[in-house]
């Protein structure tokens, strides 16, 4: 009898893991779990970089070709989406480096995917051409602040289209970026160096937040087209929607440029640029480039984090530009755009603290741990938002 006891407390212990090697196995999976986390957030931070810098440059150089003779609204329309080709390597390349599962078996049929990338690129195209008005009409710094309205918008079509939650903190929000823009409709004030009548400035700023809806509405849809049509968010798919919704809307600002006549106009623009040919060149092919920085790094959010995060650092970078507009361009920081400031600064953070808490949620009610995973987050991130 002792004997077979003694047996069983044998067996018993070769079944138990042996606590040395527990241990050992508890920490190469924290080790590994600490670098992972690591490298996640070194991606984040080199995507937000991407983001803000490719925006902001992006916006500057616009505004220094109107500024040295540059005209043509349709060219400045085609430059925003035209450089979409170089995304293509960087495509190739990460799909190699991210694993991704199709969340549905169902594969969208080529006429539903092909109606989601034209209607898109139409609305892209369109908000495109209304930027490039108001960055006519407006100073840059100006132009920046309205744009914070952008995430106001895009939680507005969001609570129709996506049926997102519209807490106290995102009304807030909502509040503030939209009393932010409201103020500065009445600062009439001109650009250095051009003479913008009060018409003038009326039609740019209008321009500007019809631009400001129509990206705020695309993102919108964005994020209804994964969920309802291409029923899945991979990085490839996320990747192909900016490649080929760019491809419609440079499109329509060619086909813009030759039937406007703007055109016929481009050969005597770039021979009286100020700053000489090649720099006209230059600044349209670097305008086209940071773009497409741009993209990458929102694109990249999306990926890692969800679209809401990647819409509300790009709004994040709303200081960067009015800063560098007074240096570069000299633009006068009166009160009222101060005020403006202040108050876009304070609902993108309130946007921004919502998000935390929503990721928070997620990860209590769902017991999701650091680990990092390569199945990018839904569509909607926790609001139900998309780009």
Sequence with gaps: ?????????????????????????????????????????????????????????????????????????????????????????????????????????????????????????????????????????????????????????????????????????????????????????????????????????????????????????????????????LKKQTFSEVMEMIIYVSLVASCVGVVGLFASGEWNTLSNEMKNYKLGKVSYIMNLVWTAVTWQVFSIGGTGLIFELSSLFSNAISALGLPVVPILAVIIFHDKMNGLKVISMILAIWGVASYVYQQYLDEKNLEKSHGISTVESHDPPDAEGSNGQSK
């Design 1 to 229: 009898m002792k004997g077979d006891q003694e047996l069983q407390v044998i067996v018993q212990q070769e079944k138990e893991p042996n606590p040395t090697d527990k241990d050992e196995k508890n920490s190469v999976s924290g080790s590994q779990t600490n670098s992972n986390t690591y490298n996640r957030w070194l991606r984040i931070a080199v995507y937000t970089f991407f983001a803000i810098s490719g925006q902001s440059v992006a916006t500057i150089l616009g505004r220094l070709y109107y500024d040295n003779g540059g005209n043509s609204k349709w060219l400045a329309t085609v430059v925003q989406p035209v450089g979409f080709p170089i995304l293509l390597p960087f495509h190739l390349l990460s799909v190699k480096t991210h694993t991704t599962t199709q969340r549905d078996d169902k594969i969208t049929s080529l006429r539903n995917r092909a109606m989601v990338y034209i209607v898109l690129g139409l609305l892209v195209g369109a908000a495109c051409y209304l930027y490039s008005i108001g960055l006519l009409y407006l100073p840059v710094s100006t132009l920046s602040l309205i744009y914070a309205s952008q995430l106001a918008f895009t939680a507005f079509f969001s609570y129709f289209l996506n049926s997102q939650k519209l807490t106290p903190i995102i009304l807030n929000s909502l509040i503030l970026l939209t009393t932010s823009s409201t103020l500065l409709a009445f600062n009439n004030e001109e650009s250095n160096s051009k003479k913008v009548t009060k018409g003038e400035y009326v039609r740019g700023f209008i321009c500007t937040i019809c631009s400001s809806a129509g990206f705020g509405l695309l993102l919108s849809l964005q994020q209804l087209a994964f969920r309802k049509v």
